[in-house]
């Protein structure tokens, strides 16, 4: 009896009553779905609204894209237009160079002119013949810009298409 006795006290230290922790966790995991789930939800609204915005501002991007084209078209060109001139600034300054070094030009200082006609004798400078001057053909912003009239015919043309449409 006694042996029952005590098989019966041990067997109660193991029995383990788990349910409040069981019920804890239960909550736990139930509080984490919900959050799981409001996190989904947010998610998609968050896509849904990235493809919207992304639809609205397609389309405003997509009507750029001929104005961007044009201003890149105006950029490359005015950089060729910056190209010519250094050459043709270049080619001025090249002729200019030679024409100096034909030019009877006095290179002595203000005492040496005064004192010269005393002490040499007069250079006869009328007998080298000077060559003529031809000018070079430089550039034309015609060439890379549309003139004015240009610009406004093609918005003319434009408005007219526009309101046909």
Known sequence: MMLDELAIDYSEYLKVNNENEVSALKDVVEDML????EFQTFMEMVRALR?????MHYDSIKAM???VTELTDSVNKLEKLVNKVGEDVELVDQQLTEAEACMPINKDGPLNTILKP???KQEDHSSKP???YEPPVI???DDYFLTTEAVDALKIIDNDTTTNN
């Open 51 to 55: 493809m919207e915005s992304t639809m």
């Open 65 to 67: 894209k001929s104005k």
């Open 34 to 37: 919900t959050r799981l789930e």
């Open 118 to 120: 005393f002490f040499k």
């Open 130 to 132: 000077l060559p003529a």
């Open 139 to 141: 550039f034309k912003s």
